[in-house]
């Protein structure tokens, strides 16, 4: 394409509205515009990373032995009932009415669609397995819109659905898509990690997370730093640090005033925080629970949920609920006489002896409490696992690194098939369930995910696989006959090659266009200038030296960078 046709609209501000790189950059390399709080337009260079992306998905899922598909997003209620998650969903699904006032959603997941369409149109275990796929929008309300289109309320998902005869053909099915994602996440240039994730109610290692290292990610992925154990914080298990044996003495209730945290705590009692239980009160789903972890943990409010048996909406509970469990304001909350529906007690508050907790009366705490003289409870893993703990592979010790998900896989059994009853006739005869497996990838949030592993302080550095354009031709002076007419050449020898160049002719500064064509992240860039007389023309690399090469070895210079980064032509 010549820019002087196309719409350029980098920008050399940053935009005050962007926090991450990333989304600065895709603003200011004009690849997206906002128009509401996380819904974005893909401008024509967006759009073509977009496509790459998609194209490089959907050949590693070909590839797979996934068919695609295409579902509609508008998606009736009904399905949704018929799933159960029409109710329990919440405030991310975005619900509409028609004109006869038929309710209907804006698909987040299409996991009851693709059900739907396995039990009308598979019949016998013959016709398995079956792995069907889609690259299409995505619905979701979420309660913070950010980071441009990491996290939007309209995005693109690849999303698939994996219907197998039974347990074993499904492990096959998702080792399959774990294959596949390693790939596209290699050849989109970035290091994804697989990781262990929570997989809800359902339970079981079931579930895995591609997580991106990055200081902006949103979640907390636990490695080992001895072997390759790695698994969402979520889902980590963690280690009950044991305190050493003590005799149990006479527990005693003491006036603390005006001390509420564990900080104030810690002073007047003049310890440490692991003297501590603290208890924290919670409304899930309308039952009030407490959970108690030592006074320097954090509650991991995953693993409450699904010891609760998968609670869909989790919240701190209100200062009248406390009140109403503890008799107490918010502060004083103890194990002893508490009045909620359970209470959680983490293993390691359950081995330690002689604590402070509060003493459910306000301005007051008791000492020397111990689990099991003076209260009970469902003793459980209910926090997070910290910095140079055990890892549950090795015993090797743990760090925690921030990361972004960019793709999940997830072996769901026969939760849908069973709720929407889609079965086929097995071997014997019989009806059964179909078993499945769902596997997501955000299309958008990994070229979001790109850019943040690959840029420096001048814009993107594309990695040629999913680059807007391979190559920019910049003739230093348009109106110079003689480098116009290298510079079209090279141009129109190199589309003809399958390199899909741009031809930077506009009227501009060549400091203009240089900006622009590092803003935009080109991989390669041939400035036909002055020494086209001694016939040479300079080649930069993005993230590479300035060389004066031949003319005539342009082509094959192109060539070899395909070949060295295994991108083909
Ligand atoms: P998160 O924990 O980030 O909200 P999720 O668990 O809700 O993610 P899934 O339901 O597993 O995500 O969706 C599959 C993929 O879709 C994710 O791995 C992610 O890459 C992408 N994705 C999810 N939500 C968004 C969003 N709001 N914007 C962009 N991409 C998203
Ligand atoms: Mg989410």
């Known amino acids: 394409m010549k820019m002087s046709n196309m719409l350029v609209s980098t920008l050399r501000e940053v935009p005050a509205e962007a926090e991450i790189d990333s989304h600065k950059l895709m603003l200011r390399a004009g690849m997206i515009r906002k128009m509401a709080a996380g819904v974005y337009n893909y401008m024509p260079i967006g759009l073509k990373v977009l496509k790459n992306v998609e194209d490089i998905v959907r050949e590693e899922m070909n590839a797979?032995?996934?068919?695609?598909?295409?579902?509609?997003?508008?998606?009736?209620?009904?399905?949704?009932?018929?799933?159960?998650?029409?109710?329990?969903?919440?405030?991310?699904?975005?619900?509409?009415?028609?004109?006869g006032s038929r309710e209907f959603c804006l698909g987040p997941t299409h996991e009851e669609v693709f059900t739907d369409i396995a039990r009308n149109e598979i019949k016998s275990y013959k016709q398995l397995p079956v792995n069907l796929y889609q690259i299409q929008t995505k619905y979701r309300d979420e309660r913070r819109p950010r980071f441009g289109v990491m996290r939007s309320r309209e995005f693109i998902m690849k999303d698939a659905y994996s219907f197998d005869k039974d347990q074993a053909g499904l492990d096959l099915?998702?080792?399959?898509?774990?294959?596949?994602?390693?790939?596209?996440?290699?050849?989109?240039?970035?290091?994804?990690?697989?990781?262990?994730?929570?997989?809800?109610?359902?339970?079981?290692?079931?579930?895995?997370?591609?997580?991106?290292?990055?200081?902006?990610?949103?979640?907390d992925v636990v490695f080992c730093t001895c072997c390759d154990y790695a698994a969402?914080?979520?889902?980590?298990?963690?280690?009950?640090?044991?305190?050493?044996?003590?005799?149990?003495?006479?527990?005693?209730?003491?006036?603390t005033p005006n001390a509420r945290t564990i900080e104030d705590l810690v002073k007047f009692f003049n310890t440490t925080e692991k003297k501590?239980?603290?208890?924290?009160?919670?409304?899930?789903?309308?039952?009030?629970?407490?959970?108690?972890?030592?006074?320097?943990?954090?509650?991991?409010?995953?693993?409450?949920?699904?010891?609760?048996?998968?609670?869909v909406d989790l919240n701190m509970a209100t200062a009248e609920e406390v009140f109403a469990a503890t008799n107490a304001k918010v502060g004083f909350a103890g194990p002893v006489g508490i009045k909620v529906d359970a209470l959680l007690v983490d293993e390691e508050v359950s081995k330690m002896f002689n604590f402070i907790v509060g003493a459910n009366e306000t301005g007051y705490h008791l000492e020397n409490v111990n689990y099991g003289r003076d209260f009970e409870g469902t003793v459980g893993d209910f926090r997070n696992i910290t910095i140079g703990e055990k890892c549950p592979e090795?015993?090797?010790?743990?760090?925690?690194?921030?990361?972004?998900?960019?793709?999940?896989?997830?072996?769901?059994?026969?939760?849908?098939?069973?709720?929407?009853?889609?079965?086929?006739?097995?071997?014997?005869?019989?009806?059964?369930?179909?078993?499945?497996?769902?596997?997501?990838?955000?299309?958008?949030?990994?070229?979001?995910?790109?850019?943040?592993?690959?840029?420096?302080?001048?814009?993107?550095?594309?990695?040629?696989?999913?680059?807007?354009?391979?190559?920019?031709?910049?003739?230093?002076?348009?109106?110079?006959?003689?480098?116009?007419?290298?510079?079209?050449?090279?141009?129109?020898?190199?589309?003809?090659?399958?390199?899909?160049?741009?031809?930077?002719?506009?009227?501009?500064?060549?400091?203009?266009?240089?900006?622009?064509?590092?803003?935009?992240?080109?991989?390669?860039?041939?400035?036909?200038?002055?020494?086209?007389?001694?016939?040479?023309?300079?080649?930069?690399?993005?993230?590479?030296?300035?060389?004066?090469?031949?003319?005539?070895?342009?082509?094959?210079?192109v060539k070899a960078q395909f070949e060295k980064q295994g991108v083909r032509l």
């Open 173 to 219: 099915s998702y080792d399959k898509m774990h294959d596949a994602y390693v790939k596209i996440f290699n050849r989109c240039g970035i290091d994804a990690k697989c990781v262990a994730a929570d997989s809800g109610a359902i339970g079981g290692s079931n579930s895995a997370e591609f997580m991106v290292k990055s200081e902006v990610g949103e979640d």
């Open 232 to 255: 969402n914080i979520e889902k980590a298990p963690s280690t009950p640090d044991v305190a050493e044996t003590e005799e149990l003495k006479d527990m005693v209730k003491t006036e």
């Open 276 to 311: 501590f239980a603290k208890t924290l009160i919670f409304n899930a789903d309308g039952k009030i629970v407490a959970v108690m972890v030592r006074g320097d943990r954090e509650v991991n409010e995953v693993k409450v949920s699904n010891a609760l048996g998968g609670v």
């Open 394 to 557: 090795c015993g090797g010790e743990v760090t925690i690194a921030r990361g972004t998900e960019v793709g999940h896989i997830f072996k769901l059994g026969t939760k849908y098939s069973e709720a929407m009853n889609a079965t086929f006739i097995d071997e014997n005869g019989k009806n059964v369930p179909f078993v499945m497996g769902c596997y997501g990838i955000g299309v958008t949030r990994t070229m979001a995910s790109i850019i943040e592993q690959h840029h420096d302080e001048n814009g993107i550095v594309w990695p040629l696989s999913v680059a807007p354009y391979h190559v920019s031709v910049i003739p230093v002076n348009i109106k110079d006959e003689a480098q116009m007419e290298i510079a079209n050449k090279l141009y129109n020898e190199l589309r003809a090659m399958g390199v899909d160049a741009i031809l930077d002719d506009r009227n501009e500064r060549p400091g203009v266009k240089f900006k622009d064509s590092e803003l935009i992240g080109i991989p390669m860039r041939v400035t036909v200038g002055k020494k086209i007389t001694d016939g040479e023309v300079e080649f930069k690399l993005r993230d590479g030296e300035m060389e004066v090469i031949k003319i005539d070895s342009v082509l094959d210079t």
């Open 64 to 99: 797979a032995g996934a068919q695609e598909f295409l579902a509609s997003a508008l998606l009736p209620a009904e399905l949704w009932q018929e799933s159960g998650r029409w109710d329990v969903y919440g405030a991310e699904l975005f619900r509409l009415k028609d004109r």
